[in-house]
């Protein structure tokens, strides 16, 4: 029987705090929505196609709107059991469904070190009774995305009339990111405060 290793991968969204993804399938699945529907359709074509499959991996990508080679760090031990295993790279193309999401790093990747790679069509399924559309997902998320984006002048100059505030406490950076953190005053980025994220809005004290 032919062997096959299913690969799956999403994007962080800071706005809704999504900036880590547990590296056990079935964990990222639960975590993510994307990851459990690509486990999903890949199970079934590896199934509906007699294709053993010998392991799963998942990824998450450094940046919120675009793939990169940091998926090189991802691939490069699934090189060696592809080879050994003789297995077919299995992953959902997404940009079949509306030219985006496209994990090129990957098809450069595989054209480099001779993987077989088949990408499976991104169709509309029903997960615990619930019809999961990737088009319209990913419609919603943009949009989520574009309103996010929109609003970095206001989340900063909130952010930074509370660190004004806090400045006047003297406390230290370190202790007014965990104050913002315990507010949810969020930052630009969506990402948690630090005591560096901190520093640099901060009000610079007269010499």
Request: aromatic share 8%; with cysteine; net charge positive.
């Amino acid at each position: 029987m032919q062997k096959a290793i299913g690969f799956y991968w999403t994007l962080p969204v800071p706005w809704a705090r999504f900036t880590t993804l547990p590296e056990d399938i079935d964990a990222a699945a639960k975590a993510s929505r994307t990851i459990r529907y690509q486990r999903e359709v890949i199970r079934r074509f590896a199934k509906e196609n007699k294709l053993a499959l010998v392991a799963e991996k998942v990824f998450l990508e450094i940046a919120p709107d675009r793939s990169s080679r940091a998926v090189f760090d991802v691939l490069k031990p699934l090189k060696a059991l592809c080879q050994a295993e003789e297995a077919i790279l299995l992953h959902v193309d997404f940009a079949r469904v509306q030219g985006w999401r496209s994990m090129a790093p990957l098809a450069d990747w595989a054209d480099e070190h001779g993987i077989r790679v088949e990408t499976v069509f991104p169709g509309e399924i029903v997960i615990d009774s619930q019809v999961f559309d990737p088009h319209a997902h990913f419609s919603d998320w943009r949009a989520r995305q574009r309103e996010w984006s929109e609003g970095k002048a206001d989340r900063l100059a909130t952010a930074r009339a509370a660190i004004e505030r806090l400045s006047v406490d003297g406390l230290t950076n370190r202790d007014i990111a965990e104050a913002l953190n315990a507010r949810d005053i969020r930052s630009a980025t969506g990402k948690p405060w630090t005591a560096e994220t901190v520093r640099k809005l901060r009000p610079q004290k007269a010499p």
